[in-house]
């Protein structure tokens, strides 16, 4: 079965600090997809990265930046030079090729960015 | 950009009533739409897959009674909270995967609606 584990609850930081968020999945399948989902206060959730398993390239997109290490099951996320906009809860998900598409979330890390 | 919506955004309703969520894409066609449940400070749990003409897979510990799916259309799913109680007080939220999308594909979200049962 898989399973997505975010250890951290609750971060808070002053803007312009960086700051990463942890993620580290199991699962079985050879072919599987991870993904980031910010949730801002308003509830709506926001896509952010999508990475499937054979694409360990690591991804910067502005003050965004992403590292996937298939050795230690990992997809961690770094948020450079924070700003108050970034306060939100951010999701970890898996989904395996063989489940529809059905996505497994972690437990959300809830980053709060004091100016 | 895909867009779905959900109907209504917010909805207070008293103990034993049935509560009606729409979820819509506005301008894609979904094949499957799935249906996620959020407690304050949680995660999302994955309630059901809804296949669009056919009957919805329930994830283990979710009652199919209580949560009637319909997926009617390929724009459009519902769930229908019956006889809600204030335990079902929660925010559901509706993701719907576009009709060529691949496994994997990303799900496009609904805003959410938040159920209050007094």
């Known amino acids: 079965a898989q399973k997505v584990t975010q250890a951290q609850t609750e971060i808070s930081v002053v803007e312009k600090e960086d700051v990463t968020l942890d993620c580290v999945y199991e699962?079985?399948?050879?072919?599987?997809?991870l993904f980031w989902y910010k949730q801002p206060p308003s509830g709506e959730l926001v896509f952010l990265i999508r990475?499937?398993?054979?694409?360990?390239q690591n991804e910067i997109s502005g003050r965004y930046s992403w590292n996937f290490q298939k050795s230690t099951s990992s997809f961690n996320f770094t948020i450079t030079a924070s700003q108050v906009v970034d306060s939100a809860v951010y999701f970890c998900?898996?989904?395996?090729?063989?489940?529809?598409?059905?996505?497994?979330f972690g437990k959300g890390i809830t980053l709060s960015v004091r100016p | 950009g895909a867009v779905v919506s959900q109907h209504p955004s917010r909805v207070i309703c008293k103990s034993g009533t049935s509560v009606k969520i729409e979820c819509r894409s506005l301008?894609?066609?979904?094949?499957?739409m799935f249906w996620y449940r959020q407690f304050p400070k949680k995660s999302l749990m994955l309630m059901a897959t809804?296949?669009?003409?056919?009957?919805?897979?329930?994830e283990q510990g979710v009652e199919k009674d209580k949560f009637l799916i319909n997926h009617a259309s390929l724009t459009l799913s519902t769930l229908t909270v019956t006889s809600a109680h204030p335990e079902d007080s929660s925010f559901y939220i509706c993701?719907?995967?576009?009709?060529?999308?691949?496994?994997?594909?990303?799900?496009?979200f609904g805003p959410g609606t938040r159920l209050t049962v007094l």
């Open positions: 993701s719907a995967s576009p009709i060529l999308a691949g496994v994997g594909d990303e799900q496009f």
């Open positions: 699962t079985r399948d050879t072919t599987y997809y």
């Open positions: 990475r499937n398993s054979f694409d360990e």
């Open positions: 998900a898996l989904s395996e090729a063989g489940a529809n598409s059905k996505l497994t």
């Open positions: 301008d894609f066609q979904a094949t499957t």
């Open positions: 809804s296949n669009e003409g056919s009957k919805a897979t329930y």
